[in-house]
C-alpha cells in the first residue's frame, strides 16, 4: 500500500473515533478497506449536498477548489487527506491554464481525481483523453498542456502525448508528468516480474485504476496474469507447471491482503511453484514527499 492511501486511511480512523465522519467518494478502490471503514460507521457521500455528518473527509484523490469552498459554505468541517502526489497534479494543471495552456489530461473522465483536477477549470478549457480516438478527437489550439491522472499507466501517457505532438504539429505542446513515483515504481518492478513469471497474480480492488492498470502491464510480458481482490479468488489450477509465479498489488491493497493471497499462493501452487516473487517489498522505500519527486516542486518540469 502506498504512503498516500496508508495516512489518509489512518486519518480517517482517527477522526472517526472523535466524532461522526462522512468521506467524499470512496476512500480507496479496495472493498476490504471500505469494509473496514464501514465497520467503524464512517459514511459515505459522493456529493458534499448529502453530508449530514459535521465532518467531511476529502480522500487521498483530492478535490478541486469549487467542491471545498462549497463544502465550507455549508458550515462543514473539512478533513483533507489529499495524497501530496496529487497535490503535485493540482498545482501542475493549475500552472498550464495560468499559462494559457488548453489543459489535456491523460486519465479516467469520471475518476474522482479526474473530476477534482478538473473541477476548477471553465468547461471548454480543457479535455480528458484515455485512448487514441479521444486524441483524434481532439480540436486544435496553439497551446496544449498535458498532465495525467497519478495512476495512469507511464507508457500510455507517453503514447498519447506522442500521438497529440504528431496530430498537432504545429502547437505548443508542454507535457509535465504526474504520474506518481509509486505508481511507476510499481509499474516498472511489476515489468521485471512479469517477464521471469510463468504466472503473475495481481492484488486489489476490481475499480482500482492503478492495479487495473498494472494487471494490463504484467500481460504483456506474461501469458497468465490473474486479477484477485483476496486470496478467495486464487485457483489452484492457475499453478500447473508453474515455476515462478509472480505476485504484486495495487497501491490501496493493505499488505495483510496481500500477505494472505502470498500464502493461498504457495498452499495452491505447493511444491511446483519453487518461487513466489513479490514487488511490493520495493515499493516501500519510495519518497513520502513532493520533495523526493525531481523538478515538480513547483508543479512544472
Ligand atoms: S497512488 Fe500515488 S498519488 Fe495516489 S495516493 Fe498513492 S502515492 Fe498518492
Redesign the pocket.
Known sequence: ?????RD?IALAIEHADAGPLTILGDLVHNPTVLGALEAKGIAVAEDVAHVKTPTLMVT??GTSERTLARTRALGLTVVEAT????RV?HRAVAALAREGYHVVIVGQRDHV?VRGLTGDLDRDSFNVVLEDDDVLALEEHPRLGVAAQ??QAVERVRHLVDLIRRRFPQSDVRFLDTV????KERQSAAVEMARQADVVIVVGGRSSN?TRELVKTCARYCARVHHVQTDAGVRPEWFEAAKVVGLTAG??TPDAVIDRVEARIRLCAGASAGQVRQVEAQIEA?PRSVEGVPGVKDGLR
Open positions: 500500500m502506498c504512503f498516500g492511501v489518509a487521498a484523490h495524497c501530496p502526489l496529487v497534479a481525481e497519478t495512476t506518481c513515483k509509486p505508481t492503478n497501491t490501496s519510495m
